[in-house]
């Protein structure tokens, strides 16, 4: 009989998560809980400025503090040949400063300890000389003629300028742009945000001498990311190093670039011959940390009367930092911005980019997104409701006129990519449906009447994820597939390792639900482990919403070379021929002849006991995957809000989403990864940003002034689904971490602008805090937000 | 603290700053250390008693991942000096399960999802108990202003404050059939 796939734990179960068992009762195993014999402790020294020579740095006073065992600068730094070190985008970043600083909050000194109390106070007793200079805090100063040039360490490097790119058809988009009826412009600021899991960074070196190994416990989601470049970085050989990244207090792409603070604790470590733990507090976190966005757009869409978009243009200007440290694939420099437009029929489309250098922390990761896809989509569906608006056409109508329509897959995408299935206008109508779009239109007019100010806001989007292929997708060469190792042993159990690292998003108990569907293996009886380089298949860890397409993709074809292994040890004990034997869910039989099987488990113990002549012993394999083509889920996310006009305080009526990430795994663990990301999008829509005063100061330093909405504010969610599998992944299945992150915060700001229409604002940059409402209401003018700030004077 | 020996610095290494005994209870049992002024409860609690399930996330008093009951009140760790705890009742989130049995508001966390990293979960947890042992009956709203010195990146809450809702009816137990009929 096939086994019941549901009760095993397989495909579609809600299976409850094994690794919470440890985490509720507070047996997690995070990197702060780890404590080696003789371990010593790490704290960083920070500039307090945002761009300064350093004049001296003076260390005695920290050295006279008992239990101070040393002190790093950048000096002795540069003398190993590790003051300056690569970045993720072929840049350079400095480990700890020897010439200037160039952001505030960037590592001067370290100071190692006995305890960490005793390494805070040697941080303090050091003094540093400073000589200001003046700070560049955006784009608009850095490219200023006569700016100061951030980054003299570079030779050549004249100006602030990181690159100039551009993709798409010019001559085609300039052609649709003068047939157009109307060419609707708008231009926006997404502000710089940080990811800010409630863990912040940290790590533990342990170097031993007498075996010429390094061991690393870190907070990484890439770690043998982290082997390579701490191989190239500091000359130790690769297979002497080992990084074991443990639990992760949440990831969401800060975790994901070599950090300086990592590396000094790995040369502390090689120089005192004891264990060095850093914790990064968590000020140091958001202020030095790679963070998110930063980009401003100018987009402007040709469309016909009748409604059909004739083509796009885009302009992004991107603050970067002082370094460029982005993390992202190697040949896109703006990320996949360019995915701009992925669910529109849109025949043509062009987009320039530039991004410079500023007195600001370094970063660009991939917050919670596909690489820039964040920005890309939420300047997509701005664009969209604002040529709606400019057109008088219905926002949904608009864009059910203009999504890709579900016989016209494979479909290229305006810059080139190409999308391979999808039910559009059917995720749109449910969300529709579910929201009561019609009766609010009508509600919204009645309570106009009445002077209350109710709006609605749609985002639909498609997000690729899941790089790469690797034709495209390298990160400094390295290509992006992702690995699973499968072993089953003779009772029939298995551990399964894999290339990813799970950060929240439930591995240990999706990836056995996998094997459970390919093998009939109950997932209880799989135990799954990540994160040990020493262990696990090289792989290219977890962001960008790319477990599921591609390491859960190798889980699956792992499991099948299993199979086939186990196919041909069930031939050999039920004595006939491998054609002859049918598979159902956790067992061989003979075809023709249902009773006459073996289980998978039978077939595992005959792996170790009774092998045909001629085979190999044992049940295990690796499989490492390189996706044909990333996956494309889609959603449609619905906002109703009323904004109160005394206050330009606005609340969530109602959040509907419709995701669709093809077949689902794990539905309970569907629904949590897109109820956490509304929720950063509603933060990043109302009131979570970093950003700078007029002297760099970062705004945002600690959680007292970068909010984070709590269980109070946060509005409640409703979840609907569509299923279309994706043609080309083993089991259907999309990314899903990331979508409601990134599409979420156009549906809060379209709701906003909606209630505000007629008022002449057509913009308000995020986070739409009250005073920019209110100020926009007033005046009907667009609000900017960007630095700097205004101070009072 | 039993052990054979203890090491001891070479040189008197913090001479000028003077410890404090400081005697608790903690999860039920009596716990005694010499400790600095300035050291944090978090970092005893952690450090000290070897407790690692209460999280130290921000520092500043925001996240509550650090939250314990004091006296049965919650508090953040983070924010209290350890000396400030002598004689008093600490309870952390390893004082919740007994060897055999999980908590309910435990068994709530892991049936509703209510968690993804589990950095946050042990303070969330703490405050949900303190909420509890106060309201057996709380609304969602309740629920909501209870855990909102609690931070959680990876939930979006909705799914902890059922599994606090969940909590909330096993600890009641059944209701009494009276009630519901009549109407």
């Known amino acids: 009989m096939a086994l019941d796939e549901v009760k095993i734990g397989g495909l579609g179960a809600s299976r409850r998560r094994v690794e919470d068992n440890r985490f509720i009762r507070g047996k997690g195993n995070y990197v702060d809980d780890i404590v080696l014999p003789g371990m010593l402790h790490m704290e960083i020294l920070r500039s307090p400025l945002a761009h300064a020579e350093i004049k001296s740095i003076d260390t005695s006073a920290a050295y006279a503090i008992p239990g101070v065992r040393m002190v790093m600068t ?88 990181i690159f100039d790119w551009e993709v798409g058809d010019k001559d085609g988009t300039d052609k649709a742009f003068a047939e157009a009826d109307l060419v609707s412009e708008i231009s926006m600021h997404y502000p710089r945000s940080h990811p800010s899991p409630i863990e912040s960074c940290g790590s533990i070196a342990d170097y031993d001498r007498s075996t010429s190994k390094l061991t690393v416990y870190m907070t990484s989601q890439a770690p043998h990311i982290v082997r390579a470049a701490v191989s190239l970085v500091a000359e130790i050989p690769e297979h002497m190093i080992r990084i074991v990244s443990p639990d992760l207090g949440g990831g969401f792409g800060n975790k994901v670039p070599v950090y300086p603070g990592y590396v000094m604790s790995i040369l502390a470590s090689i120089l005192l011959e004891r264990p060095v733990k850093w914790i990064e507090d968590k000020s140091g976190n958001l202020i030095s940390t790679g963070f998110g966005r930063d980009v401003y757009l100018k987009g402007q869409l040709a469309v016909r009367n009748d409604g059909k978009i004739l083509g796009v243009r885009m302009h992004t200007d991107s603050d970067h930092g002082a370094f460029f440290s982005d993390a992202q ?107 009561g779009y019609d009766d609010f239109k009508k509600q919204k007019e009645e309570a106009k009447a009445r002077g209350r100010l109710l709006g609605i806001g749609i985002s639909t989007m498609t997000e690729p994820l899941g790089a790469g292929n690797s034709r495209e997708y390298d990160i400094l060469g390295i290509k992006m597939f992702d690995s699973a190792e499968l072993r089953v042993h003779m009772t029939g159990k298995a551990i399964l390792r894999t290339g990813a690292k799970t950060q929240g998003q439930g591995h240990e108990t999706t990836w056995a639900q996998i094997v459970a569907h390919e093998l009939g293996i109950p997932a209880e009886d799989i135990i799954v482990e990540e994160g040990d380089t020493d262990t696990a298949p090289f792989g290219m860890g977890t962001y960008a919403s790319r477990s599921t397409p591609v390491a859960g993709a190798a889980v699956s074809m792992v499991s099948r070379k299993i199979r086939a292994k186990a196919r041909k040890i069930a031939a050999h004990l039920l004595e006939v021929s491998d054609e002859d034997i049918d598979w159902e869910l956790g067992r061989f039989y003979v075809r023709g002849a249902q009773d006459r099987g073996v289980t998978i488990q039978e077939c595992a113990m005959a792996a170790y006991s009774n092998v045909p002549d001629g085979m190999e012993p044992g049940l295990d394999n690796t499989a490492y995957y390189d996706p044909p083509n990333l996956t494309w889920p889609f959603a449609c996310y619905i906002a109703t809000v009323e904004v109160d006009p005394e206050t330009g305080v606005w609340d969530v009526l109602r959040l509907v989403a419709v995701d669709d990430c093809g077949v689902r795994i794990n539905p309970m663990i569907v629904e949590g990864q897109i109820m956490g990301g509304l929720t950063e999008a509603y933060a990043m829509a109302s009131m979570q940003f970093i950003t700078f005063d007029e002297d760099g100061n970062c705004v945002g330093g600690n959680y007292m002034d970068y909010l984070l909405p709590t269980a109070w504010e946060t509005p409640g969610f409703e979840l609907h689904e569509v299923v279309t599998p994706c043609p080309h992944h083993p089991i259907g299945a999309k990314g899903i971490g990331e979508c409601a992150t990134v599409g979420g915060p156009a549906a809060f700001v379209n709701a906003v602008m909606d209630a505000l229409k007629g008022t002449g604002a057509r913009n308000i940059d995020m986070p739409l805090l009250p005073d920019r409402v209110y100020e926009a209401l007033q005046t009907g003018k667009d609000i900017f937000g960007h630095p700097p700030v205004k101070t009072d004077s | 603290m039993t052990s054979l020996f203890e090491e001891v610095p070479p040189t008197a290494v913090s001479s000028d700053i003077p410890t404090t005994r400081v005697e608790l209870k903690v999860n039920g049992e009596t716990r005694a250390a010499n400790v600095e002024p300035r050291l944090l409860l978090a970092h005893l609690l952690r450090s000290g008693f070897k407790l690692t399930g209460t999280h130290t996330g921000c520092d ?114 059944p209701e009494p059939a009276a009630e519901t009929e009549g109407e």
Not at chain 1, 402 to 425: A, C, H, I, M, W
Not at chain 2, 67 to 84: E, H, I, N, R, W
Not at chain 2, 112 to 128: N, R, W, Y
């Open chain 1, 329 to 435: 694939p190697s040949k896109f420099k703006i990320g996949l911005m360019h995915a701009a437009f992925a669910c529109y029929d849109v025949p043509h489309a062009h987009l320039t980019a530039q991004g410079v250098y500023t007195n600001k922390a370094p970063g660009g990761v991939a917050y919670r997104c596909s690489f820039r896809i964040t920005e890309a989509m939420f300047f997509q569906e701005r664009m969209v409701q604002a040529a709606a608006d400019d057109l008088g056409m219905d926002q949904a109508e608009f864009r059910r006129m203009n999504l890709v329509k579900d016989d016209d897959f494979p479909k290229r995408t305006p810059f080139g990519f190409l999308t391979d299935s999808g039910q559009y206008e059917k995720c749109l109508q449910l969300g529709l449906d579910a929201i």
């Open chain 1, 74 to 161: 950048g000096e002795m730094m540069a003398a190993r040949n590790l003051a300056w070190m690569p970045t993720l985008s072929y840049d350079t970043q400095a480990v700890l400063a020897t010439d200037k600083v160039r952001f505030q909050g960037q590592e001067v000194c370290c100071v190692i300890a006995d305890d960490p109390y005793i390494a805070k106070d040697g941080c303090e007793a050091i003094v540093v000389d400073y000589e200001p200079l003046p700070p560049i805090v955006n784009p608009m100063q850095a490219r200023e003629d006569g700016a100061p040039v951030i980054r003299d360490d570079k030779v050549g490097q004249d100006n602030n300028v």
């Open chain 2, 60 to 173: 500043t008093t925001n996240c509550g991942a650090c939250t314990v009951l004091y006296d049965g009140q919650p508090v953040k760790s983070c924010t209290m000096f350890a000396v400030q705890a002598n004689g008093h009742e600490v309870m952390t989130v390893e004082g919740l399960a007994t060897s055999s049995e999980l908590h309910p508001i435990q068994e709530g966390f892991k049936d509703e999802h209510g968690l993804q990293c589990g950095f946050c979960t042990p303070g969330m947890m703490m405050s949900a108990k303190a909420l509890l042992d106060e309201n057996p009956n709380p609304t969602e709203d309740e629920v909501r202003w209870a855990l909102s010195g609690n931070l959680c990146r990876c939930t979006g809450y909705q799914n902890i404050v059922k599994a606090v809702l969940w909590a909330a009816e096993k600890m009641r137990g």
